[in-house]
C-alpha cells in the first residue's frame, strides 16, 4: 500500500510514525520549509517540499502510484482543494480530509469527500484505522482506548439468518445495534443477521480484529 499526506504537523507525522509502522510506503508533502527539513530527518519516508495545490508537486509524489490520499493541514481550504484534486486519479482508493472547523464539513461533503475527520477526535489514530482496516466502515476509540465502537458489514454466510441475540453479547464483545432500512435499531428476540447487514459492535480494543475477522469474512 501507498499513502501520500499532505501536512506534516503533529497529525500527520504522528499518523505517518503509525503507518510506517506497519510497512507501509507513505509520502509527506509539506510547505514549510523549515518543517518540511525538521521531518525529513526525523521520519523513515519521503518528505517533499511543496504546495500539494500545485498539481506538479502531487505528481513529483506519485500520486498516480497512490492507493490512499489523506488531506492533515491546519487548513481546511487546502485540504478541500488537494482532496478534489486527488479526485481525478482513479488509482486513489479512499480520500480521507481532515476538516478544523465543523462547519465545513458539509462543504467536503457536497465535493464527495465522505471521510473526514475534525481535530476533536484522536485524529491520528482514526485516520490509522480507516487506512489499514478496510473492513471496518467507521472506528470511535472510547475512553483510553480499551474499548471500541465498530461499524462492520455482514459477510460471514454461516451468520445468515441467525438470531442477532445469540452471538452476542459475549464477554469480549456486544452487537449494541443494527441497521434495518437505514435506520438504527437495537436488537430484539427476533432480529436475525443477513447479508450485507450492517451492525454496530462494541468491543474490547485487544479483540478488534478477531470480532471483524468473526462478522467480515
Known sequence: MY???VGAGRVGQNLANSLIRQGITVTLI?????????VANEINAMVIKGDATN???????????AD?????TGHDEVNLLTSVLAQKYENIKKIIARVNELEHVEAFNRVGIKITV???????TYLERII????????????????????IKIENKKLFGKRVLDYSPTENYMVCAVYEDNELIIPQEDTLFYKDQRISVLTKSDYV?????????
Do not use: Q, W, Y
Open 30 to 38: 509539506e510547505d514549510n520549509e523549515v518543517k518540511s527539513s525538521e
Open 132 to 151: 489499514t482496516r478496510p473492513k471496518i466502515a467507521d472506528l470511535i476509540v472510547l475512553g483510553r482506548g480499551t474499548t471500541e465502537l465498530l461499524d
Open 55 to 65: 498539481i506538479k508537486i502531487l505528481e513529483e509524489a506519485d500520486i498516480s502510484e
Open 3 to 5: 499513502v501520500i499526506i
Open 209 to 217: 480484529d478477531e470480532v471483524t475477522n468473526f462478522f467480515a469474512s
Open 118 to 124: 475534525s481535530p476533536e477526535s484522536t485524529v491520528a
Open 68 to 72: 490512499v490520499f489523506v488531506a492533515a
